[in-house]
């Protein structure tokens, strides 16, 4: 095979790849504590935007939060003042 030939090149560059940096990552969400996958094209997209920090939520939490900051949650909202507090068994 002749020097410079683009079969079984492992050089990006060669292949015309485009080497952005970016490696897939592996992150932690800050709601469910679940791993989640970071990919680079997902990193591509946030650099693209602007974004210099790395997603603190899962995609499935950051549907949620934003479901319920539209005010479209599935779930019903429980505000903390409007919980009773009483021993199990109490008669309300």
Do not use: W
């Not at 030939?5 to 970016?22: H, K």
């Not at 974004?51 to 779930?75: I, N, W």
Request: glycine residues 8%; aromatic residues 8%; hydrophobic residues 35%.
């Amino acid at each position: 095979m002749k020097r410079g030939t683009l079969q079984g090149s492992n050089n990006s560059a060669e292949r015309g790849i485009m080497d952005t940096g970016f490696q897939t990552k592996v992150l932690i969400c800050a709601d469910c504590h679940e791993e989640f996958v970071f990919t680079v094209a997902a990193q591509e997209y946030f650099a693209e935007k602007g974004y210099t920090e790395d997603p603190k939520l899962c995609k499935s939490c950051y549907m949620q939060r934003k479901k319920v900051k539209k005010g479209h949650a599935k779930e019903p909202v429980v505000l903390a003042d409007s919980l009773t507090v009483g021993q199990p068994g109490d008669v309300l």
